[in-house]
């Protein structure tokens, strides 16, 4: 009896123990959770007032605002760093309220419970704990500039500075966490020879989809920070870093997620290294340096271009390592996975290269270069909106493996030499691609009148796809899909007959007469998608076992 009373006693003592460690620790995480933003004086920007010139545009001094007939915004923003903040959310506070809203109403429909979403909100305050130590005062500055103009309806998230300084981390972390593609992109290049008139050009698709409605207000940005060079970028209301842009040097940037462990603390987000490349590199030795300097919690891809190289090169970076892909040729590919001596034999990478539609994509898009060479602007196109699989294989209209896989935010084609670059609208890079030069957007003093900044005697047209009834069928087979993701009904035949070559179609399918325990009909669904071309092998052994589970239901 003495020895169970002990025994009890020391099972009280390691439980209260351990019940004090859990409170400590839950106090630290709540008190770190939330950033506190710099302490920076006031500046005369915050007394400026954004003047409605006319139609859609919008001035403060020679910065401007404006949306063209395509659809796209268009932004030019000078200045030292806390300044040009400020002034970018004066420009754009309904763009970046309105992605903020996109944003939370995404998460919230993939993670209904309130109770998990505070913790994730918790989790990634811990995670994030040191990032403003990784982030330079400079980037700093400028984002807390533009946090001014965020929303305090959002502070259930944490304060304004604090959500916009941790959105710039969320592409890390979602990927990081997860392993989740929702960065899937490809980019790839083209010179000398292989390129009408020997020109330089790349094009990326930024595969990055988080709700219909996030990529709905894409900006065209163009800046003109105090030190560095002068540089462009797509981006959205909110966010300073880059993930597709070129500098007046004619030196891209555009990233590559590759597959990664579970970060453990905060580092520099991927995507303001890749700013920090674009503002003070000129060519590709000093966006190496730059690379080295940063560490990342995460592994990536970084295809620069250099018009002073007349090359282009693949920066891979993982948090402990860097190496440099060159082809030392005239062209070059990246999807997800490394290409370096020093990174392709890594653990991490073989096991994304075997199990992705890393390689398939990568082989899919030697494939279309080497039947369009010389490559021009229009060609280039035709390559990032290319749906088929391997050989011209009809693999279903959104598949992983395709090069446009339909959920691009943005595509873009690059032509370093003369500074120029093409940008999608919508649908996804299947509207006009609008064309830009750098070199007469940065000659403006300012823009007086609501006028054409694109180049528009050099876009590229619409898919002629968008107006055909796959397309249309395309449509319904999404709606369905996405019906599916919000418990909503969904109809199976209509699924299926839609996109009638996509193995996804019928996974939808099976899904819903799974859920509903019609198990005869989910069967034939798993097997007709098992026949099809399968993005992954994780989502061929998800539906293994869930084609499995239906059969064993049966015999019970």
């Not at 309105?98 to 939370?104: C, P, Y």
């Not at 088929?388 to 943005?410: D, F, S, V, Y």
Request: hydrophobic share 40%.
């Amino acid at each position: 009896m003495r020895l169970l009373t002990k025994a009890f006693k020391w099972l009280a003592t390691c439980l209260g123990i351990f019940l004090f460690i859990l409170i400590v620790f839950c106090i630290y995480v709540w008190s770190v959770s939330d950033i506190e933003p710099p302490k920076l004086g006031d500046s005369p920007a915050s007394a400026l007032h954004t003047t409605h010139v006319a139609g859609g545009l919008y001035t403060i001094n020679e910065n401007w605002i404006r949306q063209n007939r395509h659809g796209l915004y268009e932004m030019y923003v000078a200045g030292a760093p806390y300044e040009r903040g400020i002034i970018n959310g004066k420009l754009s506070q309904s763009l970046i309220v309105e992605q903020e809203i996109a944003f939370t109403e995404q998460i919230r429909q993939m993670i209904p419970s309130e109770s998990y979403l505070k913790f994730l909100k918790y989790f990634v305050g811990f995670l994030n704990r040191d990032l403003p130590d990784h982030v330079t005062d400079e980037y700093k500055a400028e984002i807390y500039g533009v946090s001014r103009a965020a929303a305090d309806s959002f502070n259930w998230i944490g304060n304004n500075y604090a959500r916009i300084l941790n959105y710039h981390a969320a592409h890390d972390i979602g990927h990081a966490l997860q392993n989740m593609m929702l960065v899937g992109c490809t980019s790839f290049g083209a010179w000398g020879d292989k390129t009408d008139n020997g020109s330089m050009l790349i094009g990326r698709n930024f595969d990055f989809w988080v709700g219909d409605r996030f990529a709905h207000n894409k900006i065209v940005s163009f800046n003109k920070p105090d030190k560095g060079y002068r540089f462009m970028s797509v981006t959205w209301g909110g966010f300073t870093g880059v993930v597709s842009g070129m500098n007046e040097k004619g030196l891209t940037v555009t990233i590559n997620a590759a597959r990664s462990d579970i970060p453990f603390g905060a580092a520099t987000p991927v995507s303001l290294v890749a700013r920090e490349v674009l503002q003070y590199a000129s060519n590709i030795t000093e966006a190496i340096e730059i690379a080295k300097r940063r560490k990342m919690f995460v592994s990536e891809s970084f295809l620069v271009g250099s018009a002073a190289d007349h090359k282009a090169v693949v920066i891979e970076k993982t948090p402990k390592e860097l190496a440099v892909y060159d082809p030392l040729g005239d062209n070059i590919q990246c999807t997800n996975h490394y290409q370096s001596d020093k990174l392709k034999v890594q653990e991490l990478n073989m096991e994304q290269m075997d199990k992705s539609a890393s390689v398939y994509r990568y082989q899919r898009l030697q494939q279309l270069m080497a039947a369009n060479y010389p490559l021009t602007p229009e060609k280039m196109a035709g390559i990032l909106r290319d749906r088929r699989g391997l050989n011209n294989a009809n693999i279903g209209n959104g598949n992983e493996k395709a090069i446009n896989q339909l959920i691009a935010h943005h595509s873009i084609i690059f032509q370093p030499d003369s500074l120029r670059a093409w940008i999608s609208t919508e649908p996804w890079q299947l509207g006009s691609y609008v064309c830009y030069d750098l070199r007469k957007v940065f000659a403006l003093n300012g823009l007086a009148q609501d006028i054409d900044v694109a180049d528009t005697v050099r876009n590229i047209p619409a898919d002629s796809f968008i107006t055909t009834s796959e397309y249309r069928q395309f449509l319904d087979f999404r709606a369905n899909k996405l019906a599916l993701l919000q418990g909503k009904p969904v109809d199976t035949a209509q699924t299926v007959h839609s996109n009638p070559y996509y193995y996804d179609a019928y996974r939808i399918a099976g899904d819903y007469c799974r859920e509903h325990r019609w198990y005869k009909p989910a069967i034939s669904y798993y097997r007709q998608a098992l026949a099809l071309e399968v993005a992954t092998k994780d989502e061929r052994e998800a539906i293994t076992r869930k084609l499995k589970d239906c059969e064993n239901q049966l015999k019970r």
